[in-house]
């Protein structure tokens, strides 16, 4: 596949040579240098303002231009018919999430396209056809009040479990508005919590209380458009009279309040100051006073489990005399915590290698579900305490070299969705037992393409800086090594998203089954091995990531 790659796919988080790209389209700026410095100054930075109406008349002129090029070309009304009837297939496997003892999801296809909230029984789910029943007809909704509501979820009771907070969006934007919802009588409760347009969040702090972060007026928003101010409202009480929990610094980027609360029904407030993107200051509500944790800004307090606070470590930890290095999970009891927020004393549950990511953390009756990437492969561990307050963990048998989710836990039960999917490979949905590792398949999407003359394989570039960078290769069976092979390269690296193996659905019909390549790199910036290689492409050392990328387009020349 010498000199193969006829396309380079980049995402919005890595702009590779954005600037070069655009030379010809943008509005040309005289070029003069920062005072001082001789620096140039750079003529297109008011394309950095996402509202500034020359940046957004720019990329409406470019997306047009795109748009007529794209449509031009004679395959493009049959290429477009198929990907739609991929993309808008009933086969789907609905995602799914427990509680109590149904199963809820939410489901847009061309009938309903504003979606169904609905539930059933796991058993009726595990049927060729279960029986549906529907909680809230968004669509309905959005026709009887003249709004085009959009559902962006909901923060549920976990106390009473009978009451929601549903959050709609009008079109699709970022503001919401919140309404109480009653999951017994499937309506909206008459006199019930009612938040106005505006982005706000909410927690439920017991069964008559929320604790709301909103606009509540001058100086409550942060620079960057989030709430600021944390206030618990009483069922009834208008929100004027709501009483404030705690306040940020204009400073912040936001704040926000979170009420964790394990299966044997102990329950923890977190305030959670976002100092930036990365960084924040959690707080542990006691006795109705917000008091800090002594944790690294760069870390993540994910639930609680049998007592102890699940936190994801981001950045090495100095504490009690030893080191807990970036990327572990530790446990903190949450009366020791109460007692004293500023002397924690963690127990590690799970310590990364070098080449594991942590993923996701889940939470069972019994048990805390670890998942992670080794090597980019998904991986799923259960793990549990010791007697001594020590913690173990067992591998659960899945699929290998696969991308591996668990979608959805049950804290009344020990059991778990998990999702398994390929480049070659669609989706299947099972329900495991984590006690017992018994997995028992429900669903799977119907194939979108033959994968039988396709192969998948794994190779590693190594990089400026002498880092090695894995990426995938997908690829005809019988493709020639003569560079006649079209290839796309596609990579992500930003945000510690990890970039990992997925059902290539519509590529696969229309790129592979025509004989092209697909390449996946795993550049750094996202979270494939952890905090370490999102961090490695931060701010200065951003250069690394498109070096990454560059290095596998080198050697797939050189190897291929």
């Known amino acids: 596949m010498k000199h193969t790659i006829s396309a380079l796919l980049l995402s919005p ?49 470019e997306t047009d231009r795109s748009t007529a090029l794209l449509q031009a070309d004679p395959r493009y009304p049959a290429l477009l018919a198929e990907a739609t009837a991929i993309a808008e297939s009933k086969d789907r496997v609905p995602g799914v999430s427990f509680r109590g003892d149904a199963v809820y999801n939410f489901w847009q296809d061309a009938d309903h396209v504003q979606g169904l909230w609905r539930t059933t029984t796991l058993a009726s789910f595990a049927k060729d056809k279960p029986d549906w029943q529907t909680v809230l007809d968004v669509d309905a909704l959005a026709k009887a009040e003249g709004v085009k509501w959009v559902f962006k979820g909901t923060d549920c009771d976990e106390e009473s479990r009978r009451h929601c907070v549903v959050h709609l969006s009008n079109g ?24 106005p347009r505006g982005k706000q969040s909410v927690t439920w702090a017991d069964p008559q209380t929320l604790l709301v972060a909103r606009e509540w007026g001058p100086d ?13 409202l009483r069922r009834g009480q208008p929100l004027d009279q709501a009483h404030v929990v705690f306040q940020g610094d204009r400073t912040d980027m936001s704040v926000g309040a979170e009420t964790l609360r394990d299966a044997q029904g102990r329950q923890a407030v977190v305030i959670v100051r976002n100092r930036s993107f990365f960084q924040s200051e959690k707080y542990l509500l006691v006795d109705g006073q917000p008091r800090r944790l002594d944790l690294p800004q760069k870390s993540s307090i994910h639930g609680l ?87 173990r963990r067992a591998l659960l048998q899945l699929p290998d070299n696969s991308n591996i989710t668990v979608t959805g836990a049950d804290r009344d039960h020990d059991r778990i969705f998990v999702t398994v999917a390929g480049f070659l490979d669609p989706l299947t949905l099972s329900v495991v037992d984590t006690n017992t590792g018994t997995v028992e398949k429900l669903k799977s999407t119907p194939p979108q393409f033959d994968a039988s003359k396709a192969v998948v394989e794994q190779h590693e570039a190594v990089s400026s800086d002498g880092t090695r960078v894995p990426y995938f290769v997908v690829r005809p069976r019988d493709v020639p090594f003569d560079g006649s092979t079209p290839t796309l390269l596609y990579a992500y690296g930003g945000f510690e998203v990890p970039m990992l193996p997925r059902y290539l659905g519509a590529t696969g019909k229309l790129w592979l089954g025509r004989g092209g390549a697909y390449v996946l790199a795993n550049i750094r910036g996202g979270g494939e091995f952890g905090p370490a290689w999102h961090d490695a492409g931060l701010k200065t050392k951003r250069q690394v990531i498109y070096d990454d990328f560059v290095a596998v387009g080198r050697d797939l020349i050189a190897t291929s």
């Open 13 to 61: 988080g890595l702009m590779l040579g954005a600037t070069a790209a655009f030379a010809d389209s943008t509005p040309a700026t005289p070029s003069t240098s920062v005072p001082g410095t001789g620096i140039p100054e750079d003529s297109r930075a008011w394309m950095e303002d996402m509202n500034n109406p020359d940046a957004l008349a720019w990329a409406k002129a």
């Open 172 to 195: 699709g934007e970022d503001a919401i508005t919140l309404r109480e919802f009653d999951l017994k009588t499937r309506a909206f409760v008459p006199g019930g919590f009612t938040l």
């Open 305 to 391: 489990h049998d007592g102890q606070l699940i936190v994801e470590v981001k950045e090495d930890w100095s504490v009690g005399g030893a080191t807990i290095g970036q990327g572990s999970v530790v446990a903190l009891d949450l009366a020791a915590v109460s007692a004293d927020p500023s002397h924690l004393r963690p127990v590690v549950v799970y310590a990364p290698t070098s080449r594991e990511g942590l993923t996701g953390l889940d939470f069972t009756r019994h048990h805390l579900v670890i998942s992670l990437t080794d090597n980019v492969k998904g991986r799923v561990y259960v793990a549990d305490r010791n007697a001594d307050g020590t913690w």
């Open 220 to 232: 409550t928003m942060s620079a960057a458009g989030y709430p600021l101010v944390v206030k618990s």
